[in-house]
């Protein structure tokens, strides 16, 4: 474990050493494989899907636009988990500096949360365009479209900046096992050498209320869309769904 000395004559972790599926080479061999071709698979998957949206303007409409922005997050999301375990199951080497934990968490924390906050935003697209299809033109217009994941982005990021400052400034003396295979909140923050309860109720009280908005925001929607295909005649609700 790499240490550096601070002032105060205490240690300071500088590296993390991420969990390890086994230490079998030819299982490790039989992981890597495994990993990249699911890496592959979902990179290409989401890839096409964002080049036909943007290649055909035929589908430059809000709900298709919001697919290629859940497409382009499946990626980040991956490229910032993924690799890591492959390098860990091709080389053996655990180690992760203190600096890039810190951006696999602040990253994977921004990509969740926009991920939340679109899928919530989906929901009202689509709770607009079945419950007010006369106005849906002028309700979710491409501006607005736009507006709304850029407010996505922007609010996550700011998110996740609290989040990992929160962390970033605590005190990390060892051991330096993560048990995990990426870097996450919640297992970086049992490595603290400190009482952290405070910090463990703000990241659990925080994913509590954001959960409750997100999920009430969504259910609101599809019941809202689910009341007024049932009060409509059938023919009309095929045309809705």
Request: hydrophobic share 50%.
């Given at each position: 474990?790499?240490?550096?000395?601070?002032?105060?004559?205490?240690?300071?972790?500088?590296?993390?050493?991420?969990?390890?599926?086994?230490?079998?080479?030819?299982?490790?061999?039989?992981?890597?494989?495994?990993?990249?071709?699911?890496?592959?698979?979902?990179?290409?998957?989401?890839?096409?899907?964002?080049?036909?949206?943007?290649?055909?303007?035929?589908?430059?409409?809000?709900?298709?636009?919001?697919?290629?922005?859940?497409?382009?997050?499946?990626?980040?999301?991956i490229s910032v988990t993924v690799p890591k375990?492959?390098?860990?199951?091709?080389?053996?080497?655990?180690?992760?500096?203190?600096?890039?934990?810190?951006?696999?968490?602040?990253?994977?924390?921004?990509?969740?949360?926009?991920?939340?906050?679109?899928?919530?935003?989906?929901?009202?697209?689509?709770?607009?365009?079945?419950?007010?299809?006369?106005?849906?033109?002028?309700?979710?217009?491409?501006?607005?479209?736009?507006?709304?994941?850029?407010?996505?982005?922007?609010?996550?990021?700011?998110?996740?900046?609290?989040?990992?400052?929160?962390?970033?400034?605590?005190?990390?003396?060892?051991?330096?096992?993560?048990?995990?295979?990426?870097?996450?909140?919640?297992?970086?923050?049992?490595?603290?050498?400190?009482?952290?309860?405070?910090?463990?109720?703000?990241?659990?009280?925080?994913?509590?209320?954001?959960?409750?908005?997100?999920?009430?925001?969504?259910i609101a929607s599809y019941v809202r869309i689910?009341?007024?295909?049932?009060?409509?005649?059938?023919?009309?609700?095929?045309?809705?769904?």
């Open positions: 474990m790499e240490k550096r000395k601070e002032p105060s004559n205490t240690t300071r972790v500088t590296e993390f050493l991420l969990l390890n599926f086994s230490d079998i080479d030819e299982l490790q061999m039989l992981l890597f494989g495994f990993l990249l071709l699911i890496y592959l698979i979902a990179l290409i998957e989401n890839l096409l899907l964002i080049s036909v949206v943007i290649l055909d303007c035929q589908l430059h409409k809000p709900m298709y636009i919001f697919l290629a922005n859940l497409s382009i997050l499946d990626v980040c999301f375990s492959m390098n860990i199951s091709l080389t053996q080497i655990r180690s992760i500096s203190f600096s890039g934990c810190m951006v696999q968490i602040f990253l994977g924390l921004t990509f969740a949360i926009v991920e939340f906050t679109l899928l919530a935003v989906m929901a009202y697209d689509r709770y607009i365009a079945i419950c007010y299809p006369l106005h849906y033109q002028l309700l979710m217009s491409k501006i607005k479209c736009f507006c709304m994941i850029a407010v996505c982005w922007v609010s996550s990021i700011i998110y996740s900046t609290l989040h990992t400052l929160n962390i970033l400034f605590l005190p990390f003396c060892g051991p330096n096992n993560i048990d995990q295979i990426f870097c996450e909140i919640s297992h970086t923050l049992k490595l603290v050498c400190a009482n952290t309860y405070g910090n463990e109720m703000a990241v659990f009280m925080c994913g509590i209320i954001f959960g409750i908005i997100f999920s009430s925001s969504v689910f009341l007024t295909i049932k009060n409509i005649p059938s023919a009309q609700a095929d045309k809705h769904l």
